[in-house]
């Protein structure tokens, strides 16, 4: 293992996802889609845990402090960690249960994009299949109003901007392939869809984060390594992770220059140990903070 990777909380996720810097608090959270999960790890490295009635698939950063929205499989929330008040945010997926709730973020412009797929964990957290062509990609606006963007996606993951806020990266991890559009911040539009990174052969693409010189670290699911790929879509880095599943990744720390990874334990096999860990990797480069969503 890489002598700047490290294993910062072996929790055992049976799919950790959305892993989300708060700078506020000096801490990361991230959530256990199947066990119906979100953790925090705070300064000193210790996992505090919370409970939801339904499998956790996003988290955001809000405009007001201490206030975070949380994408559940069928619905939003909001949700003070503070003391643990939640509320109702207005959006409710129609597809549920057939179709689910999966990775999303904050857009510079504070709407949220979240996609969706079909809902593959059962009543229990039990991991089921995913049919293609169920998944559609969401823009959430102020207010609760709700625009569809793509259509007919197996499973949406990636979603982020470049720096300079005029670039929108998008997924589809049955697709393997991640897709660059021109963004408007003005508009929160986005335009001219284009292949970014497709084909790599390391597992399938799941969550990513963007650093701040505009490289794209995208974490495979089923390939064991994080890759990280430069504005020309050309490989720059990859990172080999000791367990097969790795799922999403967010920069955090005081310098922003930590790379949190998270993965997932479900199927694998008991020699993969570490999966389900959270790992922090000394990237040696800052990343960006999140945006936020405006209420």
Not at 103 to 124: E, Q, Y
Request: include cysteine; charge should be negative.
């Amino acid at each position: 293992m890489d002598e700047r990777l490290r294993c910062v909380a072996p929790v055992g996720d049976k799919c950790g996802e959305a892993a989300t810097w708060s700078p506020d608090e000096q801490a990361l959270y991230w959530c256990d889609v199947n066990r119906f999960l979100i953790h925090r790890l705070d300064a000193d490295e210790r996992v505090a845990s919370w409970f939801f009635d339904e499998p956790v698939t996003a988290l955001s950063l809000t405009e007001e402090p201490g206030l975070w929205l949380v994408a559940l499989a069928s619905r939003l929330i909001l949700w003070r960690p503070a003391d643990d008040s939640r509320r109702d945010h207005g959006f409710h997926l129609a597809e549920w249960p057939a179709a689910r709730l999966n990775d999303g973020r904050a857009a510079p412009n504070g709407d949220l994009w979240i996609g969706t797929m079909s809902n593959n964990v059962g009543p229990n957290g039990e991991p089921g299949d995913a049919p293609f062509g169920r998944g559609v990609l969401h823009r959430i606006r102020p207010g609760g109003l709700a625009s569809e963007q793509k259509r007919e996606l197996g499973i949406s993951n990636t979603v982020c901007w470049s720096p300079d806020r005029r670039t929108f990266y998008f997924g589809d991890t049955q697709q393997n392939t991640i897709w660059a559009y021109d963004y408007d911040a003005a508009s929160g539009e986005i335009s001219r869809e284009r292949p970014f990174f497709t084909g790599f052969e390391r597992g399938e693409p799941d969550g990513s984060s963007i650093d701040a010189e505009g490289r794209l670290w995208n974490c495979r699911f089923g390939g064991g390594c994080v890759v990280c790929v430069g504005t020309d879509g050309n490989i720059e880095q990859v990172l080999e992770m000791p367990a097969r599943n790795v799922t999403t990744c967010a920069f955090g720390g005081a310098d922003l220059k930590t790379l949190y990874i998270t993965t997932a334990a479900m199927m694998t096999s008991e020699s993969d140990r570490l999966a389900g860990s959270l790992f922090a990797y000394d990237a040696g480069v800052a990343g960006l903070e999140s945006f936020r969503v405006r209420l």
